[in-house]
């Protein structure tokens, strides 16, 4: 099965602006993001909040250095 | 009026205490006793601030009062009665003293030091609670000497080795089991922290030493040597003082003339299966084998041992 | 009263860089303070902490795996040993918030982006609420510092040539957009419902079809529909729960340009909060885009306007809803530099309370489909109303997209200068920090882009004393789509305007390149970044120039000359236009054919 996601490299990173109402929401919601988007867990790389929302990148380790490579095998 | 103190100790985070704290609210509310809540910290909180793992939270029905800063009450949706403003300030703000009006789930930032919370003690118990629970944070147990009894809380997130889990739960049933000692009769002094701390351990012999802070094993070590009698602050003090297993060579050693000040009850230990699955970035649910946790626990200790989950327990 | 005395703990093991610094910060403010160092133990910690009276103990610390149960342990031994009742424990560190340092139970937490200032008000007791402290800064005239002095006399002396001769054609003439502006002025001022009613009928008749649908019918063009109360409810409670916290700024000294935005999403709303995001972080001002379809047709639609496509319409309600709900201190440009309706325009931009608007009536024309003749009558109706709504207009060099070399379009820019002045107007130069099809052909930028971007504002600043904005935006064609790349290249053209000296710049976002959907938010956050750290990096000092710098200065204002000389000599600046000697079809640029007979004798 010949999914995209295991074409992947080694990351998804994704960066965007979340509307929220403090820097501790803006983070919950980040990582809840990664699950609605079927990532499951994923780790906040960066988050500030500016009275607005906050600006965030979260990021899904699809390959880690150890694993075995679908890519490399196809 | 008599008014019992719980406090609810975690060994380690994720351990079990909110969920171990809201059976007894409910056990409490069951017996028609009236409630009181505050904790040393922060707790309540709907994602782990350290884990980002989804947590239990407390909930508080009507009549119930509790201490919390003031930066808690924005997200408690106008459910409770504020009773009073006290001077104790936390990094959320200063301690208010509220009373719920109707049912809500809650957030406890209370007093962090213990003489804020011998504070916020003597306030609360000017309103007649039957029963006051002080919840645990992480690690954080220095103010709770000032419970009448504790529980603590171990399982898989202290250590995912149930022997080890247990181990330590005997080496703290073992620093419980000192008496308490009322400081009848004379001939007591006082050791402050910098003469104990200090490699010339002043020349106490065959005294009574009152000891009101924790000091390094190795110190407390030589002055029992000296077949002195140390008096002490609490078992919780004691706690402190050092790691696990150097207090247990330390207690195995022989004869300690050991008893505290202040003596809380070690009530019961309850025990919880979870752990945070750490996979060197982020955190996922997982559990140790329930049933041999508990009966281990049950087998090695004397103090009553519970799984809040399936037990029922009345305490 | 008594210095207050605090103890530094670097509980790191190795790095205590964060607390040096803040500990001579405290020294320089009357603190006493000792530093310990930071491979202590807890116990010597404890210790230290306990042999004598500290009023405050400043733990600093990284929140990491296990770090945790180590601070939260090291306030137990505090708290235990009786510490915590002479001094107050705050702690300090990257991801600490006051929630965990209440949960580890610090009597105060602060964060990487705490200031120091923070730290010391809450040290003296005089703790400020920072939580809403807004955007704290004054609004900045662009104008103010120019006095508008030629010093090239013979430049002078031409423009004054080709302005006087402009203003004389124009005089006697009249659009239907110079009308439209009057009763659109009338309709903004009217009292009564009737009275409205009265002037937009009149005002429709001098509207295209498309434009008069809209009043009569309700009918607008393409996927536009009107915002509903309800959406401005929610607008405005939405903004009025928020506030700015930790604002930036983007200068690293008061003497490095301001820094403008475009905003034009074609929803207002959309507009404003991607606004008030990039005022937080220090933008000084905004340019509303507007659709390019607006330029193609008499009349302009009016009310609370939304659309999916490519700038916010222009209207009353739009213009008025963005000023109100960005900060006061920022800056709003409305743009009226294209098109059939440009006096009416200014008219919205003024009463709604804009603050400069943007007039070129070489580029409007030449590069921007306008007629010359057109745009000549309503461009000066224009600039007269500039001046009358004292909003400074900035005159955009874009020609240079097309094709056009620089020296004729700085050529353009210099005599719409010298006609707002003779209006009482206050012009802004806008030459572009470009990659243009010009200097692409003839290499002007091959071995650097420094030299040339400096000489077109050297030669500028060479002919006359006036405020000099580049954009728009600068590194314009410089960036792809690469988010990175496009970053930086914003990063290093915002570097050169500070080593050179500008009054402001517009920037553009990471999606610059990116034509098919609208900006996004995070990416206009990108290039802000890339700026202040584009400043900061340039800081006070200059870039060095090679001895092309020179060459292309002279050749620039020598040409420029040239240029200006061809233009005297034509009747009227329409007609120079006509005859391609600001930009001709072989550079690129064709006179536009918007508004083609339509100018009519008053």
Known sequence: ?74 | MSCKITGIVGTAKNTGKTTTLTYLVELAAQKKIKTAITGIGYDGEEIDNITSLPKPRLKLLPGTITATSEACLARMNNCYELLERTEFETALGQIVIVRMTKPNLIVIAGPNSRSALAGVLNRIRNYNPGWIFIDGSLNRISPIYLADEIIFTTGGARSTDINSLVTEMKIIEKVFSYPQNNLEGAGYSYADITSVESDFIPDFTSEKIIIKHPVQLKHLKKILEKNNEVIYHSPIYLLLSGDLNGLYDFLSSGNLKLSYLYKPELKAVTVNPFYPDYNGLSYSESFINADQLLRQMKENLSTPVYNIKTDHPQF | ?602
């Open chain 1, 1 to 74: 099965m010949d999914n995209a996601i295991s074409h992947v490299l080694d990351t998804i990173d994704i960066e965007t602006y979340i509307i929220c109402k403090d820097a501790d929401e803006g983070k919950n919601l980040a990582m809840q993001l990664g699950h609605e988007m079927n990532l499951g867990n994923v780790d906040v790389m960066y988050s500030e909040f500016d009275g607005y929302g906050v600006r965030v990148r979260i990021r899904k380790y699809v390959y880690k250095p150890g694993d075995k490579y679908l890519w490399m095998e196809k």
């Open chain 3, 1 to 602: 009263m008594m210095a207050k005395k605090i103890l530094c703990v670097p509980l790191d093991p190795v790095h205590d860089v964060g607390i040096k610094i803040i500990r001579a910060e405290l020294d320089k403010n009357g603190f006493i303070t000792e530093l310990l160092s930071p491979d202590l133990s807890v116990h010597e910690i404890i210790k230290k902490a306990a042999s004598r009276q500290y009023d405050f103990i400043l733990v600093s610390r990284t929140l990491g795996y296990g770090v945790a149960e180590l601070l939260a342990s090291f306030i137990d031994q505090l708290d235990a040993a009786g510490i915590r009742e002479k001094s107050k424990v705050v702690i300090g560190g990257k991801a600490i918030t006051p929630q965990l340092a209440a949960e580890l139970g610090f009597d105060k937490g602060f964060d990487e982006h705490s200031t120091i200032e923070e730290l010391i008000a809450y040290l003296n007791g005089s703790e400020i609420n920072f939580k809403s402290s807004g955007i704290n800064r004054c609004k900045k005239d662009i104008s103010a510092d120019h006095a508008y002095k030629f010093f090239d006399k013979e430049v002078e002396k031409l423009l004054n040539q080709i302005a006087d001769k402009l203003l004389l054609f124009v005089k006697d003439k009249t659009t239907p957009g110079v009308e439209r502006a009057k009763i659109r002025r009338e309709i903004i001022h009217s009292g009564s419902t009737d009275s409205r009613k009265k002037l937009v009928k009149k005002y429709i008749e001098l509207c295209d079809a498309v434009i008069v649908k809209s009043y009569s019918d309700n009918q607008f063009p393409l996927a536009v529909r009107r915002i509903s109360e309800s959406e401005i409810t929610s607008l405005k409670k939405f903004l009025s729960e928020k506030n700015p916290i930790h604002s930036r700024k983007i200068q690293h000294n008061e003497h490095q340009p301001l820094v403008f935005k475009f905003l034009g999403s074609g929803c207002p709303m959309m507009d404003i909060v991607h606004g008030k995001i990039c005022e937080r972080s220090g933008i000084n001002g905004f340019l509303i885009i507007n659709p390019s379809w607006e330029a193609r047709y008499e009349g302009l639609l009016d009310g609370l306007l939304t659309h999916q496509n490519d700038g916010t319409i222009t209207s009353f309600g739009n213009i008025k809803l963005i000023r109100d709900s960005l900060d006061k201190s920022t800056l709003l440009t409305v743009r009226a530099h294209r098109g059939l309706n440009t006096p009416e325009t200014i008219v919205l931009a003024g009463e709604a309370g804009a603050d400069l608007t943007k007039i070129n009536l070489v580029y409007g024309a030449l590069g921007a489909g306008t007629d010359p003749l057109r745009l000549a009558v309503d461009g000066i109706e224009a600039i007269k109303l500039a001046a009358e709504y004292k909003m400074p207009f900035d005159i955009p060099g874009n020609d240079e997209l097309s094709g056009v070399p620089a020296w004729k379009t700085l050529a353009g820019l210099l005599i719409n200068v010298m006609i707002g002045l003779k209006l009482n107007a206050k012009p802004v130069l806008k030459p572009l920090f470009c990659y243009g099809p010009h200097i692409v052909i003839n290499k002007l930028m091959s071995e650097n882009y420094i030299d040339y971007n400096a000489a077109k504002i050297a030669a500028l600043k060479n002919i006359v004393d006036a405020p000099i904005w580049p954009g728009e935006p600068i590194a314009f064609m410089t960036q792809t789509e690469d988010r990175v790349q496009s970053a930086n290249s914003t990063s290093y053209h915002a570097a050169l305007a500070a080593g050179i000296g500008v009054d402001a710049i517009t920037i553009a976002s990471t999606d610059e390149a990116y034509s098919r959907g609208p900006i996004s938010v995070s990416s206009r956050l990108d290039s802000i970044h890339a700026a202040a750290d584009g400043f900061n990096f340039m800081g006070n000092s200059k870039f060095s120039t090679t001895s092309n710098f020179e060459l292309y200065t002279e050749m620039i204002q020598q040409k420029i000359k040239d240029i200006l000389r061809t233009a005297a000599s034509k009747d009227n600046l329409p007609e120079a236009i006509y005859d391609g000697v600001l930009g001709s079809k072989a550079d690129g640029a064709y006179p536009g054919k918007f508004g083609l007979n339509t100018v009519a004798k008053k």
